[in-house]
Every structure is written in structure tokens, then in C-alpha cells.
């Protein structure tokens, strides 16, 4: 197996003392692999995943990203380190008075001069890339208008677009799809999986659904109060350790 | 009998009959009503301190028929040349204190917010900005003319500081009010804190701030026709000595013009809050 693109190492997080949400948490991300993190409201999800791209320190541990050590970094070395790392949000996170087609740019702010992104002076391809991923996405008609006009699967699509534009080595995604109806997750998950799968990104996905992280996952991570209790090819995720993860068996019925 | 039933119960029981207790039941019940009462005896009694009586209030009435009778016609001309430097002094005042205001609350906004600040940052900048709203702007002007002598810089400095009081708060309440995940999302993408600023930060704000912005070009606008009256600069200063050499007609016209430039700038800054919504 090639060597993995992210490694999690010992990490934990307390947000108050000695009330560790994450304990000791290990982890791998391989090249060009789909990994769902699944697992109950409160289970440290999210604050592993901006643990990742360093939003948040950790209290201690290691994530190695290819050779960088992410917890040590700080300032410029952080934020070069940010920009190769895209994020999906729940809420979408769209700056709402920007266009869609602006909104899609912020993902290149980490790669311009302060004074370029200041003026909002983008590059000529980093324009044709943009409109080029809208296209993709089928948002080519909104380009200019403004985010707030769109209904929620646009505005994730507008959200997987703003990640794309980094060109980011490794996409971090925070439930994609809860603030979705099913259809409509079902479409974005297959539009944001087809577009990593063509560029070889590899994807972390924390998501509640469980049918559909079996429908999307290459693997399946399952956590519960800070710790992986379960990490393993999704047809191995049986009701056994959908209890084992959740707790009790009663939700299934 | 269940616990909760002899709790009701018990409040309607009579209560014990203590002099202490007969007090405090007097005043839970007739609170309200002594405090207005005492209300209305201090205004009563400040309305004597001042010496206003009826008879006061028909001898003011007749005063003022002889002096309304005395403004009319205006006298536009006598003076002009004047009123009009004044005029024009008045309104630069308001536009250059606005725009050195806005452009110093801008950043003081920032700084003073204190989602995006660590308050070693934000309490000096909120005890200057408390600092400068604490006066009236006619005693600011006073002690600016004295530090910087008569004439419309201490019209102008006055007029400056009044603008960071009270935009620099409303900026630093508008900045407070964002939504933190549009900043989060900018900040995740590894841009610069200047790009966090200006693309999750700005855009949330714009509007409001441009709304504060004229909402304080129209308070400017009103006091530096008034900061003449202690020297520093615009119409005030010739409207109060045309008022003090009984030049009635002349402060007529005088108080014409006033009314003339804060109808148009009304109706202005409505066109132009319109055009920002
Ligand atoms: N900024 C914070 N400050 C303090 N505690 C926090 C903070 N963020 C999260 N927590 C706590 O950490 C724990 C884990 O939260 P986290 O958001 O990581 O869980 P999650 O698995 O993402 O849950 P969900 O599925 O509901 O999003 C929770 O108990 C939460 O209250
Ligand atoms: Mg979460």
C-alpha cells in the first residue's frame, strides 16, 4: 500500500482542562482515497478536522502532511500549508454579499500578493479556472449573482468549488449534507466525488448519514467520545458496530 | 394534601403581623405609586426653582410675537458675502470631519471588536473611542479653540473626534454582529489576515457602515452650524453676532439657509442609503 498523504499521530484536544473531546487519535489518509468519518453528535468530528488544517491547536500529537508537521507550524508556514488543503462546511460558509464567482476566487487569496488580493486583481487562468469548475458544477448562470440568492445544494456546490480552487492535495469535509434534503446530498456527494477522482485528491468526509457514507466511502471511520472505535472497508461496518460506535441498537429499528 | 397544593396554599395564609413585615408589604404594594408621586413633586418643584408660571410663560408669548414680527422679512443681502463664506465653511467642516472620522473608525472598528481582537487590543481602543463620545461637541470645540485658536481647524479637529465617538462604536457593534463562519471559511483557505479582513470581515459590514457614515455626516452637518457660537469656524459664528447686534432679519435669513441645507441633505443621504441597501 503507498504511503498515506496525511498521518495522525497521538493527537488530542481539550477545549476546558482535563475534558479531553479527542483522546490519542491515530489515523491515515492514503492517496486518492475517500475516508468517512461517521459517529455520534459531539464525538469530536469537527474538531479533529480543524485540528487538520490547524483552525484549531492541538493539545498535543502530530499530523503529519506530507513531511510538514501541521500542529508546529505557525504564521506564513501555516497559511502555505492551509491554502494546499480545502474545506467543505456545513453552512456552507459562503461570504454572501460576494458573487458566486468571487466567492469561488477566495479559494486562490492564499496564493496571491496581499496587495493583488486586496484589489481583487485575480490572475487571467485563475478566472478560467473558476468559470471552467461553475460549468462542472452547473452554477455557469449564477457567476454574478450574489451567494445569498442561492437555494442549499447550489450554495454547497459554490462550497466544493471555493475548496477546489486551491488545488488542494487533500480535501477536508465537514458534513456536506445536513443541512440537505436526500436528493439533493446524494447529487452533491456524486458531483464533489467525481471532481476529487479526477484530480487524485484524496478526501476526508465527517458525515451522520450511514447509508450514504456506504454508498460514497472507500472506508469507513467510526468515532465515538474522542476515540476511533472502528476503521475498516464499509462492507465490514456491520450493525454490530453501528451499535458499537452509536451506542444501543434501538435508533436502527 | 400534596406538597405543591400546601405551597399555594400557604401564600394565601395571613401573614404574621410584625411591624418590619407590615412596612415591606406596604411598599410592595404601593412602590410604584410612591415613586411617581415623588416624581411629580421634583418637577413641580423644579418648574418653581426656574420661575416658570403661567404668568412667565403669557409674558414669554408676548415677547415672542414682537420678536417673530421683528424676523421678517429676511435680509439675504446685507451680509452676504459673509454668510455665504460661512455657509460653505459649515458644510466643508461637516464633509472633512466626516470623511477624517470614518476613515480613523475604520480601523478602530476593527481593532475594538472583540471576536476578532484579544482585548489587550480592544480595551484601549474602546476607552478612547467612550473618551471621545463623552463630551458634548460644543465643549470639545471650546477646548479645542483654546489649544489650536478661533477658525474652522477647531471646528474641524471637534467635529473629528465627535465622528470616531460615535461611529467608531456603532463599526465595532456591526463587526461584533458577524456571522464567524464566512471568516472562518476565507481563514481556511490560508489566506492573509488583511484577505480575512477584506473579504469575510468587510462584505458582512459594508453597508451598515456606509448607513453609519451618513447617518454621522448628518449630525456633523447640524453642529457645525452651532460651533461657530464658541469660535470654531462655519455659520454659527455670524449667526450669533448678527443675533447679538438685534440684526433680527438677518438671523432669519441666516436660519433659512440652515433649514434649506439639512432638508437637501436629507434628502441626499436618502438617495444615497438607498442605493447601498
Ligand atoms: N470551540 C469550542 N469550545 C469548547 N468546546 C467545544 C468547542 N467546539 C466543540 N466543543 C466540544 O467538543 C465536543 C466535540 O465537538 P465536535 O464539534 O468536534 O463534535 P462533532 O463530532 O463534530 O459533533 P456534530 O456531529 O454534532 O457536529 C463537544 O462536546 C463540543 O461541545
Ligand atoms: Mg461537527
Known sequence: MSEAILQIRNLSKSYFHKQPVLHDVSLDVKPEEILIIIGPSGAGKSTLMRCINHLITPSSGHIYFKGLDIPSLHGNQMRACRRRIGMVFQEFNLVERLTVLENLLIGRLGYMKPLDAFLQRYAAEDIDAAEALLTRLGLREFALKRADNLSGGQRQRVGIGRALMQNPELLLVDEPTSSLDPKTSVEVMEIMAELARERHIPVLVNMHDVNLARRFADRIVGMREGRIVFDGKKEELTNDTLAKIYGGDSWMH | ?277
Open chain 2, 1 to 277: 394534601m400534596d406538597a405543591l397544593t400546601r405551597r399555594v396554599l400557604k401564600t394565601q395564609e395571613p401573614v404574621p403581623t410584625g411591624g418590619m413585615e407590615k412596612v415591606r408589604r406596604f411598599f410592595r404594594f404601593y412602590g410604584v405609586q410612591i415613586l411617581l408621586f415623588l416624581f411629580v413633586v421634583y418637577v413641580l418643584f423644579a418648574l418653581s426653582r426656574l420661575g416658570i408660571s403661567p404668568k412667565r410663560i403669557s409674558e414669554g408669548f408676548t415677547q415672542g410675537k414682537v420678536f417673530l414680527s421683528r424676523l421678517f422679512p429676511p435680509d439675504f443681502i446685507t451680509r452676504w458675502d459673509d454668510i455665504r463664506h460661512d455657509m460653505l465653511e459649515s458644510l466643508e467642516i461637516a464633509v472633512v470631519a466626516s470623511i477624517i472620522g470614518i476613515l480613523l473608525s475604520l480601523p478602530l472598528g476593527l481593532l475594538g471588536a472583540r471576536n476578532l481582537m484579544p482585548s489587550v487590543v480592544t480595551w484601549p481602543v474602546r476607552l478612547f473611542i467612550s473618551l471621545a463620545r463623552a463630551f458634548n461637541p460644543i465643549i470639545i470645540g471650546i477646548i479645542f479653540v483654546k489649544a489650536v485658536g478661533f477658525g474652522p481647524l477647531a471646528g474641524l479637529l471637534t467635529l473629528s473626534v465627535a465622528s470616531v465617538g460615535f461611529i467608531g462604536k456603532l463599526f465595532i457593534e456591526a463587526v461584533e454582529e458577524i456571522s464567524m463562519k464566512q471568516v472562518e471559511a476565507v481563514r481556511a483557505s490560508g489566506a492573509s489576515f488583511l484577505s480575512v479582513i477584506r473579504f469575510g470581515v468587510l462584505p458582512q459590514v459594508s453597508a451598515r457602515f456606509i448607513g453609519f457614515g451618513m447617518y454621522q455626516f448628518d449630525s456633523n452637518l447640524r453642529n457645525s452650524t452651532t460651533l461657530g457660537i464658541v469660535g470654531a469656524g462655519g455659520i454659527g459664528g455670524t449667526l450669533f453676532a448678527a443675533y447679538q447686534r438685534f440684526d433680527y432679519r438677518i438671523v432669519c435669513a441666516i436660519v433659512l439657509l440652515i433649514i434649506g441645507l439639512i432638508i437637501l441633505d436629507e434628502y441626499v443621504s436618502e438617495r444615497v442609503r438607498r442605493v447601498f441597501q
